[in-house]
């Protein structure tokens, strides 16, 4: 079985760094000329798969637009889900998920397992509970060779009241989550399978981020600000293991799928630097 970090790893140099978030926003489907309905959100959807599931190296469903549409809206995020990986993208699932004992057991069941209805390559969690609570999760990741996506710095200004916090050895809270996922990717070739959540406006970043051995999930760019000079500035000498997560700055050149795909390798360009 080849893990998720091997496989994103791989993924990245084939198809370039760009995540692409699925984020059907009704202003968006708006946008998009398409009805605020389960409709509107199957079409959007079905294009976002046909755009990105060939092409980019993540796509980055959001579930909670899915959810809003209740059972229908689900059907179509599984419909989505499947879509993208039969055509070679991974899915990583925005569902900031985070719980503990046998309730976040149940949560890695329903996305980390590869027979469950809406499995997918990876998750994004909350450590609001404790790092080790999400100890189910890793442990299926490390099972089915699939990944995490933890919290750290996230890109919306209220974080830094809880992630800039003091704890332990005058440590802020959110070097205690790299460092605990550090310590679980510790020895993994070429990156370890779960990842931090760092964001690209987070300014200077208060923690060292070098030693994760792990990939960086990095939203905040194009809409809400960040640019590349940021991500240059903040990650250093794990730029390598950057996967800037675009949304709204790829969608809103919709719903053409030519032009999604142009809009998705100019990101590409723009970070062609990771990598090069
Ligand atoms: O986990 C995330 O994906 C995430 C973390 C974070 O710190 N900030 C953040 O914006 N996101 C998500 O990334 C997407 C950002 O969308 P755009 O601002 O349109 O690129 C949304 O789906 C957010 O929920």
Not at 108 to 136: K, M, N, Q
């Amino acid at each position: 079985m080849t893990s998720f970090g091997a496989r994103l790893d791989a993924a990245l140099d084939a198809r370039g760094s760009t995540c692409v978030g699925i984020d059907p926003h009704p202003a968006l489907l708006a946008a998009w000329g398409l009805p605020d309905g389960i409709g509107g959100l199957a079409r959007f959807a079905e294009t976002c798969a046909a755009a990105f599931g060939p092409t980019a190296a993540v796509v980055k469903p959001q579930s909670a637009f899915f959810e809003a549409y209740g059972a229908a809206g689900i059907a179509v995020l599984e419909d989505t889900v499947r879509a993208c990986r039969a055509a070679g993208a991974l899915v990583l699932l925005d569902a900031k998920r985070g719980d503990i004992g046998t309730t976040m057991a149940a949560y890695a069941r329903a996305y980390l397992a590869p027979d469950a209805p809406l499995a997918v390559d990876a998750i994004t969690l909350s450590p609001y509970l404790g790092v080790g609570s999400l100890e189910p999760a890793f442990e299926l990741c490390a099972q089915y060779g699939t990944g995490a996506f933890v919290l750290a710095l996230t890109s919306n200004p209220e974080g830094p009241q809880v992630q800039h916090a003091r704890a332990d050895g005058d440590q802020v809270v959110a070097q205690l989550v790299i460092e605990a996922l550090a310590e679980r990717n510790a020895g993994a070739v070429p990156l370890g399978s779960l990842g931090a959540v760092v964001g690209a406006t987070i300014g200077a970043a208060p923690v060292r981020l070098d030693a994760l051995n792990g990939p960086f999930l990095v939203p905040g760019i194009g809409a809400q600000g960040g640019t590349a000079d940021d991500v240059r500035r903040i990650f250093g000498a794990a730029l390598r293991n950057v996967v800037p997560s675009v949304s709204r700055a790829v969608l809103r050149h919709g719903p053409d799928v030519d032009t999604l795909r142009t809009a998705v390798e100019a990101q590409n360009a723009t970070f062609a630097f990771l990598r090069g």
